[in-house]
């Protein structure tokens, strides 16, 4: 089946610090998604990318989708402590189920 | 608020009896999935349903699990015969039918344990 494999699979930064993290699967998506998840709380969504080649920004986040369509990657500029969480990326072909990678755990240290 | 809501927040059963939560979605999407996520990984899918329609099933959907969405409003998740590998958050997510569906809103989960 189709997997998405995220990396790294966990970080410690400086608050302040910017902080990049990636996806990558074997199989085309038509759509990328970044989630935020806190501990005991469902994902929260980050930002959605439909187009290849798109580079979207929410704040201090920004995303792009990969050209090839088999990977997508989210910065987060300037950190502050409330940045800390676990983030996911997940992706969908068409119309119904998002396939999740495993999930970048971000700590950062003010 | 008007996110999606599922209850209860957290449920520990005995091995062998039965569990069933709830989900509310967001009032106006017509889609409602079911994931499941163990500790340090990513959900995995379930289930969705379209209005009432159950659509897709995942293969990690034994017979022993059933899901439900009568009206096309609220969604119910059984468990029967619950094992301790059923210990997982089952969340719930909801999205647009169209334009933006792959933008799913979750639930906060329900954390079940079986011992």
């Known amino acids: 089946g189709q997997q998405l494999n995220q990396s790294p699979q966990s970080m410690f930064i400086q608050e302040g610090e910017d902080v990049s993290m990636n996806c990558t699967s074997s199989?085309?998506?038509?759509?990328w998604l970044w989630y935020k998840q806190d501990p005991g709380e469902g994902p929260v969504l980050l930002i959605a990318?439909?187009?290849?080649?798109e580079l979207t920004s929410n704040g201090r986040l920004t995303a792009q989708f990969g050209i090839t369509r088999k990977d997508s990657f989210l910065n987060i500029s300037a950190s502050i402590p409330s940045d800390v969480g676990i983030y996911f990326c997940?992706?969908?072909?068409?119309?119904?189920?998002?396939?999740f990678g495993e999930g970048t755990q971000l700590t950062v240290n003010p | 608020d008007t996110g999606v809501s599922q209850d209860p927040r957290h449920k520990i059963t005995k091995r062998g009896q039965n569990v069933t939560f709830r989900c509310d979605p967001i009032s106006e999407h017509n889609r409602l999935y079911w994931y499941r996520q163990t500790l340090g990984q990513g959900p995995e899918f379930l289930t969705y349903f379209q209005n009432e329609a159950q659509l897709e099933k995942s293969r990690l959907l034994s017979d022993r699990f059933s899901a439900e969405r009568p009206k096309g409003s609220f969604s119910t998740l059984e468990i029967q015969r619950t094992e301790q590998g059923d210990s997982a958050m089952y969340l719930c997510a909801s999205s647009l039918l169209q334009g933006k569906e792959a933008e799913a809103f979750f639930g906060q989960g329900t954390r079940l344990t079986v011992v």
């Open positions: 990318l439909y187009k290849a080649g």
């Open positions: 199989s085309i998506f038509n759509t």
């Open positions: 997940a992706g969908q072909v068409s119309g119904s189920r998002l396939t």
